[in-house]
């Protein structure tokens, strides 16, 4: 890994390894949290590079926040829903 760049395959291995955290669903390109920064690629690029923009690092911070507490309140709520069916 550069500094400034890392290839779509290797973040794809980060990705499968759990050592990079995508923002979205498994399989689509987008926004990956790695060693502490956000990184992302665009349509017609081939490698992942830094955000560098404060906006977008907060924006993409909150967005993952919000992604995170959502799953956490769906599992809460699967686990509640199979005590019951039992």
Known sequence: MADNHISI???????????ARPLL?????????????????STEATEYKPVTDPA???????HASVLAGSATRLA????????RER
């Open 56 to 62: 977008t690092i907060a924006m993409l911070t909150r």
């Open 25 to 41: 669903p498994e399989g689509v390109p987008g926004p990956v949290h790695y060693h502490q920064r956000w990184w992302a690629v």
């Open 9 to 19: 395959a290797e973040m794809a291995r980060y990705i499968t390894d759990r050592t």
């Open 76 to 83: 809460a709520a699967a686990a509640t829903d199979a005590v």
